[in-house]
């Protein structure tokens, strides 16, 4: 069945870099755009990224713009979140998302990954 | 990129029906109709109920439904059901080809 596992989380100091991976499996990754949404604990779901099929086209929310960076390697079914700079109101669970296609909405969401940001 | 509005709770008794609003503007919610609508219990992952406004996936009850309407969109659940107290959240695609989510509004079902 169609499924997201993402791993690369963890406790990490102000200032520092993770590199977030998702591994798809189930459907034609290389057929669909992914996202990356964060949710704080106890809060709302926040939107981060979003990268073509192709990986041609990137686009970020303000508040991670020039800090985050989005990825995928379609011959290993696999799509990345490089997160640098990070800032304790980094902290949150990073959901892997499928779009429905072109980067318009998610579809399906991974079980997430916790990243903490703590001195 | 502002947050959709949505009101922060709603609560309603079983077998009643309540509506969820989702405002935002001219270049999300009023521009396009790539609406959709999050359904997340508490600890578990979202689950898609309404996608491009109206459309129900398969599987999702058809007690759900979505509507929209100038710069705002709705979430309107009948028939309330115990199960259906969770978190719901609307999103929108944007003029900008980015994503936004609404603050989310916690359905309580009395």
């Known amino acids: 069945q169609v499924q997201l596992v993402e791993s690369g989380g963890g406790v990490v100091q102000p200032g520092r870099s993770l590199r977030l991976s998702c591994a798809a499996s189930?459907?034609?990754?290389?057929?669909?755009?992914m996202h990356w949404v964060r949710q704080a604990p106890g809060k709302g779901l926040e939107w981060v990224a979003v990268?073509?099929?192709?990986?041609?086209?990137?686009y970020y929310a303000d508040s991670v713009k020039g800090r985050f960076t989005i990825s995928r390697d379609n011959s290993k079914n696999t799509l990345y979140l490089q997160v640098n700079s990070l800032r304790p109101e980094d902290t949150a669970v990073y959901y892997c998302a499928k779009d429905v296609s072109s980067g318009y909405y998610v579809v399906l969401w991974g079980q997430g990954t916790l990243v903490t940001v703590s001195s | 990129q502002s947050a959709l509005t949505q009101p922060a709770s709603v609560s309603a008794s079983p077998g009643q029906s309540i509506t969820i609003s989702c405002t935002g503007g001219?270049?999300?919610?009023?521009?396009?109709?790539?609406v959709s609508w999050y359904q997340q219990h508490p600890g578990q992952v979202p689950k898609l109920m309404i996608y491009?406004?109206?459309n129900r996936p398969s599987g999702v009850s058809d007690r759900f439904s979505g509507s929209k309407s100038g710069n705002t969109a709705s979430l309107t659940i009948s028939g309330l059901q115990a199960e259906d107290e969770a978190d719901y959240y609307c999103?929108?695609?944007?003029?900008?080809?980015?994503?936004?989510f609404g603050g989310g509004t916690k359905l309580t079902v009395l």
């Open positions: 189930g459907f034609i990754f290389s057929s669909y755009g």
């Open positions: 999103s929108s695609y944007t003029t900008s080809s980015t994503v936004v």
């Open positions: 990268i073509s099929n192709d990986g041609s086209r990137k």
């Open positions: 491009e406004v109206t």
């Open positions: 001219s270049s999300d919610v009023g521009y396009y109709n790539y």
